[in-house]
């Protein structure tokens, strides 16, 4: 089946009159480029003799020389196209006829916009043709996504940002910064984790930012992040949890399982009361119901999905029940992402590596932290490596296997429980021990373990904008969350900062 051209018949949007303004005021005065240079591409013209005209222009002035009919003539000498429409004279006439280069900026916009429909159109285009052919070897969703991908590099191409300001402006912003930090007195400048140690070091999650927490399995990342997005949003932030390991049901169990303080296992394993049961219900009704979270559980979510899918939760947070407003602004969302090695980069190369793919998705986190100005949490796991030492404590050296990320990100945290480690040392009596030196060494293992029960360090191994320092918090291994820890009315972050 041939599939049907579906723009045909359409006449593609354009707008000749703008087209022949914008170069007639260019070749009236070479300054206009300054004006109309940086956003404007000899593609986005619709006449191909416009947009070739708009280039040797451009080169011309570039190289410092004057851009003009006289100029131009050798150029285009043998270009059929101009000569269809007149020749040397026809850029003569262009230049001559300016009525006036104050409204460049104008036409310069609207060719953009003409050339963006006309790219909305040729990538929908794409799309009925091969979604019509139903070629077997192509899905709707690669269709899809497909689509998706062309829509946002779309949007990148737009998106030119400001460009170069004076630092005074920039100096400007940075005060109103300093001066609602200042209105805050003290207060967390970021989203909140609830964590208060964490929040001492960190000030909160800061917009713009990617943060990494990684670790080697059974840590309890998925339930510290778990942690930290509930206490976000029930301080009022819009939280998004991409989490391609866990269902969406899973996550909402274990928020109610913290919530409840129910032992997680004994829920599905139905080993509850009927009075548990009702906690159950009334903390889904008085408490996740009313939260501003969003939870999306696709396997192996691509980065093209994902920014999709922010760009839309964005739109809407203020709608999310729950969401706060913070000085005549939305308070600031929390993107969460569980983890990133299941994710799916966009586009890949049949002879990319792995380690490429991880630098790839770590650099689109970033960019999505700092497109949509929200701190970005993202898991991570470690390598095998760390199983290897002595001390099984995390650095940053672990991360190296990982592509880009330590450079990518604003803050490292890993999460580590020497709990775990320790369970598994348990002293078996060696055959030739006496039964007093194995109580011996079985009383110092169990000292040991006592000393670290339900406790996790959060080791912050880089923070761009602040000290690295490690803390601990408590872990309920029931509930699978983390709370506050402190011993003896010391704080456990000075405690590990003023050891020996």
């Known amino acids: ?35 109309v240079g940086d956003r404007l591409q000899p593609e986005h013209f619709a006449e191909g003799i416009h947009g070739r005209i708009y280039s040797a222009i451009s080169t011309l ?18 270009d059929e196209a101009l000569a269809d429409v007149g020749g040397s004279n026809y850029l003569s006439k262009l230049a001559t006829s300016v009525v006036t280069i104050i409204n460049a900026e104008d036409y310069a916009a609207t060719i ?7 790219a909305i159109i040729q990538a929908a285009s794409d799309a009925i043709k091969d979604a019509v052919a139903r070629d077997i070897d192509r899905r709707a969703g690669d269709i899809r996504e497909a689509l998706e991908n062309e829509l946002i590099a779309l949007d990148d191409s ?28 003290g207060r967390l400048t970021g989203v909140p984790t609830g964590l208060s140690e964490i929040d001492h070091i960190t000030g909160g999650l800061q917009p713009s930012d990617l943060i990494y927490l990684a670790g080697r399995p059974s840590m309890g990342k998925s339930a510290l992040a778990g942690t930290v997005a509930l206490n976000a949003a029930r301080a009022g932030h819009p939280v998004f949890i991409a989490t391609p390991e866990m269902s969406g049901e899973q996550v909402a169990l274990r928020s109610l399982s913290i919530r409840t303080r129910l032992s997680s296992q004994h829920i599905r394993s139905g080993q509850i009361t009927p009075n548990d049961f009702q906690r159950l219900m009334e903390a889904n009704t008085d408490d996740l119901v009313r939260l501003p979270i969003l939870v999306d559980d696709t396997g192996g979510i691509s980065l093209a999905q994902l920014r999709s899918r922010l760009r839309r939760f964005i739109r809407q947070a203020h709608k999310l029940p729950g969401a706060r407003i913070i000085d005549d602004k939305l308070a600031t969302p929390l993107l969460v992402v569980d983890y990133i090695q299941l994710m799916s980069p966009a586009g890949r190369r049949r002879e990319q590596n792995r380690n490429e793919d991880m630098s790839e998705l770590s650099r689109g986190l970033k960019g999505l932290a700092k497109e949509y100005g929200v701190p970005v949490l993202a898991l991570s796991q470690l390598s095998r490596a760390v199983e290897n030492r002595d001390n099984k404590r995390p650095m940053l050296n672990d991360l190296r296997d990982s592509g880009s990320l330590e450079q990518d990100a604003d803050v490292v945290a890993f999460i580590y429980r020497e709990e775990y480690y320790l369970a598994r040392e348990e002293p078996t009596r060696k055959a030739i021990e006496s039964a007093e030196k194995y109580e011996a060494r079985f009383a110092d293992w169990q000292t040991q373990l006592d000393r670290v029960k339900n406790i996790a360090e959060v080791i912050f191994a880089k923070q761009r904008h602040g000290p690295t320092a490690k803390t601990a918090l408590f872990f309920d291994p029931q509930t699978t969350s ?12 000075e405690q590990m900062r003023t050891a020996p």
């Open 482 to 493: 983390f709370d506050n820890l402190a011993r003896d009315g010391w704080s456990r972050t």
């Open 158 to 185: 737009v998106q030119t940002g400001k460009g170069p300001q004076h630092i005074g402006t920039f100096g400007t912003e940075a005060i109103a910064t300093a001066e609602r930090a200042y209105k805050r007195q």
């Open 1 to 35: 089946m041939t599939a049907p051209d579906p723009i045909a018949g359409i006449i593609p949007p354009h707008n000749s009159e703008a087209e022949q303004a914008l170069i007639g005021a260019l070749l009236f005065d070479n300054r206009v480029f300054e004006r």
């Open 112 to 118: 953009r916009d003409c050339w963006e429909r006309r």
């Open 61 to 78: 002035i570039q190289r410092g020389r004057r851009a003009d009919p006289i100029t131009l003539k050798t150029a285009f000498d043998h």
